[in-house]
């Protein structure tokens, strides 16, 4: 079995439409949760804060900040439910939000209860 | 039917400009999202966990036929083609992008409706009893007052940085359905020997992490000095509530501190310092405002509807809705007909535009018009002839929107939850369904009878757990779900803030132990008694042991 890869990801939610996006290792925003790049490192972290913060002053997103998330066969899993559920849509509407669009998480909300 | 006035036009036209200017400088940078914030709440736009989310006020609950299919329309435009009524009689959209709010606006001002005030620390949109103008125990129509204070304090300069947000709602009926006690002011009307109204004035309740009964603070208020009043009160909340600790800012928390006999003392030397023809309410005016709601002209009728009753006959499912959802009319061959938007597994308050569309319909053909938003999320139409309720009821079950729990353990509120919102420690909606389909069977809901099940995802209280018969309050327990029950909670006139019953559970335990609590109340009922007098009787006991017995 392979080891999940720990570490923080920084997301945000795009200015314009409010959807949830997060950092990937390119500098864009993505959708989707699993193109989040992982912050192994503290300074790792703050840098990629750092680039949010700048991507808030250029408008592209809101409201930054960093996810305790692990990645495990390509998937990112975020730690909290809160943010699990922000990767894939409300729990009660399947056929609405990233889930329903193939921009979700692999892993259920409700997941590690 | 009520309308706006000439004011309203022009001044919700100039809010939707000056909101479209804010909007487009926000998107090129100009303003931060610090700058930007408190506007765009100003305007009801929150941001939550997958979009922003829009907050229309609806005063009163009150839509016309055209108004709701506005609304409907708005949700297919701009959203993913469905709303979420909420327990402040109000609407939300849940999808909204930024970029599209302003043409939302406007297509919200072409029908006199707009966000204004469903947001921050200001006197938010005023609510009422919900079956105003029509219940048959009403004294009178509690919209009027209701209006008077939306026009004394819209945009009121002195009023809109208050240390936090403030709750009104106005009951016109004896038995309060508006949920009174638990605003921060609650106005109750009241007829005196001699036959003359007076307004009964509470303070300081609210529900929230620090839940409270108000207090009355005036038994018999004569309607002329209620600006004048409702200003003093106003005066000295905006001079001594704290600032200094967001938690302890409400007036609830002020009332407390320095005692209700304090609070009021204060307030009456604030209102006898005040200079009252100024603010004394004219007849004149009150005339105009109340012509806003003049009744429909209703058919002289029967009380007794042949078609009605022998459609019941008929029809054992159109006999057990009209036993459950129909209110009693205070105009004789008419009914009170209660929608409710909790069908079995369903999302409490939700309805997709297509259902908008048909109770607009329904509305205008069978209803005078009109429709109302009910603090417990569900459609009222006030004014149905009798003679109409099958048809009603054909067309509402066609629609999916004939659910025949309305009162009972099925008609459950419940806030959005971890599902849509930001502020939530977990989800409320999937607690709901499963208690929905735990008593899918009708015979066992129409055996517990009268039941208020209250969910709310955070302390934040939106789905009023606190005053729930049966309340739940779901947690976040080490990043995990948690929820935990209370009991004999009420917003009635006999309001009390339910009592935690012991430690909570998780998720997918919920269910059974609502079971667990109805079964025992089952058990110890007298003839004839509600689950709240059960256990007001009876008080905790039987109900711990019988859910903690095995534990």
Redo the contacts between chains.
């Keep these: 079995m392979t080891t999940p890869e720990k570490g923080q990801l920084v997301t945000a939610n795009r200015l314009r439409d409010g959807i949830a996006v997060f950092l990937t290792r390119g500098g864009a925003w993505s959708e989707t949760i699993d193109e989040a790049v992982l912050a192994q490192e503290p300074q790792a972290a703050a840098a990629l804060e750092a680039r949010a913060r700048e991507d808030e002053r250029k408008t592209i997103v809101t409201g930054s900040y960093l996810v305790e998330a692990e990645r495990l066969d390509g998937r990112v899993r975020a730690a909290h439910i809160r943010e699990r559920m922000r990767a894939l849509g409300p729990t009660v509407r399947l056929d609405l939000g990233k889930q329903a669009e193939g921009k979700g998480a692999g892993f259920a909300a409700s997941e590690g209860e | 039917m009520y309308r706006y006035d000439e004011f309203d036009h022009q001044f919700v036209r100039e809010r939707t400009n000056q909101f479209r200017d804010q909007t487009e400088r ?4 100009a303003l931060t ?1 610090d700058e930007f914030r408190p506007l765009r709440l100003m305007n009801g736009l929150y ?6 989310m829009l907050r229309v006020a609806i005063p009163y609950g009150t839509l016309s036929g055209r108004q709701m299919r506005q609304l409907a329309w708005i949700a297919g435009k701009w959203d ?1 083609g469905y709303g979420h009524f909420t327990t402040r009689q109000n609407i939300q959209y849940n ?5 599209d709010a302003p043409d939302i606006l406007d297509a919200l001002a072409d029908v006199e409706m707009h966000a204004i005030q469903t947001s921050g620390n200001c006197i938010r949109n005023v609510t009422t009893d919900h079956w105003a103008g029509a219940a048959a125990d009403e004294i009178a129509d509690p919209r009027p007052v209701g209006e008077l204070l939306r026009q004394w304090s819209s945009l009121h300069p002195e009023f809109s940085f208050l240390p936090r947000k403030f709750k009104i709602a106005v009951t016109g009926a004896p038995h309060d359905r508006a949920a009174v006690k638990v605003h921060d002011i609650g106005l109750r009307l009241h007829k005196n020997e001699a036959g003359a109204a007076g307004w009964e004035v509470i303070v300081g309740g609210g529900l929230g992490r620090t839940p409270m009964v108000g207090v009355t603070v005036r038994d018999f208020l004569p309607q002329h000095e209620l600006i004048g009043y409702l200003e003093a009160i106003m005066r000295v909340y905006n001079l001594h509530g704290r600032r200094d600790n967001k938690y302890k800012a409400r007036i609830k928390i002020l009332v407390h501190e320095i005692g209700a006999e304090r609070f009021k003392a204060e307030v009456e030397a604030e209102y006898a310092r005040r200079p009252h023809p100024a603010t004394d309410v004219e007849e004149r005016e009150l005339a105009r405002i109340a012509a806003y709601f003049a009744p429909p002209a209703f058919e002289k009728l029967p009380r007794w509807s042949a078609s009605f009753e022998e459609a019941k006959l008929h029809s054992p499912d159109f006999a057990r809705w009209a036993k459950n959802n129909l209110g009693p009319h205070r105009v004789d061959g008419y009914a009170i007909v209660n929608i409710s938007l909790k069908p079995e597994g369903g ?1 409490p308050g939700d309805a997709t535009a297509g259902q908008m569309r048909v109770m607009a319909d329904l509305a205008e053909r069978h209803g005078n018009d009109e429709l109302r938003v009910s603090h417990a999320q569900n459609i009222v139409l006030p004014h149905v002839r009798k003679d109409d309720l099958f048809t009603v009821w054909q067309a509402l079950a066609e629609a999916g929107l004939a659910a025949a729990n309305h009162g009972l353990a099925g008609d459950i509120i419940a806030c959005p939850g ?3 919102c930001a502020l ?1 420690t977990a ?1 409320s ?2 607690v709901a ?1 499963s208690i929905s389909r735990k008593f899918a069977d009708s015979k066992k809901q129409d055996e517990i009878g009268k039941l208020k099940i209250n969910i709310s995802g955070c302390i934040n209280a939106c789905g009023h757990h606190h005053v729930g018969h049966i309340g739940i309050l779901g947690l976040d327990k080490k ?3 948690f929820y935990q029950i209370t009991l004999g909670g009420s917003s009635a006139e006999n309001a009390s803030i339910g009592t935690i019953l012991g430690p909570g559970f ?2 997918h335990e919920v269910a059974d132990a609502i079971e667990t609590i109805l079964d025992t109340y089952l058990k110890h009922r007298e003839a004839g008694e509600e689950f709240l007098a059960t256990y007001r009787r009876l008080g905790p006991r039987p109900f711990k042991e019988a859910l903690y017995a095995t534990a």
């Design positions: 926000r998107l090129s940078g999202e941001l939550q966990l997958h979009a922003y993913k999808w909204i992008k930024l970029e999302i971890l599902d849509y939530a989800r909606i999937p369904q990043g995990e779900e998780a998720g």
